[in-house]
């Protein structure tokens, strides 16, 4: 029997959904008789390297700073414990959204315009920033995910949000606002799965609270026509392979009026009940249990 280590809590605002994420691979590979012990780190640190040399697998779930940086695979490297997700330079470089950003811009992939805030900047710095996207724009901590740490901004009233955002996160992009629909793009093993479409209630944004109320319609395969899809699934597959992601990952993009918008990309996907990538796997007849299984086999 399979001897399988879930790696998952972290300090971060996202612990609870990495608790539900761990839960949800727990329960699936037990079901297939693998013998799964759950790790909250960084309390039990210490016991899973003292018995880390009895498990064939890890499973990642962690999210966000410290964690999905390449911290914890860089130890499972150590310890020559394969594990799911992407390599420890690659999740370096992808936790920081600027960053990747950079790595899109240079060969050409569409990304939305941004300005770098920084812990130093003063009201009036952020104000005068602010102005430049005519007060519309989104505000977002660098290294934060599930719309953590991000502040969308739609009029002039916001800017002490956004200086309160700067101050506890250090680092901030504000990017402009891309008037459009959002989608994302699983990717499984080089390969796209249908494209998740996203419509947030008609009051809100797909910001946290909207990401896991239940409140957001997840519709996949999306409603795209076939030249709108390709296009978007070879955008995504271009993001993915420009980093150098490999077994799996997912990329949210922004259809605006000019077309495909990249966002950000997603190296450790959450996989809850209501999480977007299981959501994509159906769709494409891969059940969850199928899933979690497959990805401990992937090159």
Not at 164 to 182: D, I, N, P
Request: glycine share 6%.
């Amino acid at each position: 029997m399979k001897q399988i280590a879930i790696l998952t809590w972290g300090v971060t605002d996202e612990r609870v959904i990495s608790l539900r994420s761990a839960q949800a691979v727990d329960d699936m590979l037990s079901e297939r008789w693998y013998s799964v012990t759950q790790y909250m780190l960084p309390e039990q640190m210490k016991n899973f390297v003292a018995a880390s040399d009895q498990y064939d697998f890890a499973r990642v779930m962690i999210h966000g700073k410290w964690w999905e940086d390449g911290h914890v695979v860089w130890l499972l490297d150590l310890l020559n414990i394969p594990y799911q997700c992407t390599s420890r330079d690659v999740l370096a470089l992808t936790i920081d959204k600027w960053l990747t950003k950079q790595v899109w811009n240079q060969i050409g992939l569409p990304v939305a315009k941004d300005i770098i805030l920084d812990v130093s900047v003063d009201e009036w710095e952020v104000r005068a920033v602010l102005s430049e996207f005519n007060f519309r724009c989104v505000c977002k901590a660098l290294d934060q995910w599930s719309s953590q740490g991000m502040v969308i901004v739609s009029s002039e009233k916001q800017v002490s949000d956004v200086c309160r955002l700067t101050q506890s996160f250090g680092r901030v992009m504000c990017e402009e606002f891309v008037q459009g629909s959002e989608c994302t793009v699983a990717i499984l093993d080089g390969e796209t799965l249908p494209i998740v479409e996203i419509i947030p209630p008609e009051w809100g944004e797909f910001d946290f609270e909207n990401k896991y109320n239940g409140k957001t319609q997840e519709i996949c395969p999306a409603r795209y026509d076939h030249d709108l899809t390709y296009k978007i699934q070879q955008l995504a597959l271009d993001a993915y392979h420009a980093v150098k992601c490999t077994c799996y990952g997912r990329v949210d993009i922004m259809i605006g009026e000019s077309g495909p918008i990249l966002l950000e990309i997603n190296t450790i996907p959450w996989f809850t009940d209501q999480s977007l990538y299981p959501l994509a796997a159906r769709a494409a007849g891969i059940n969850f249990g199928e899933l979690c299984e497959g990805l401990m086999y992937l090159e």
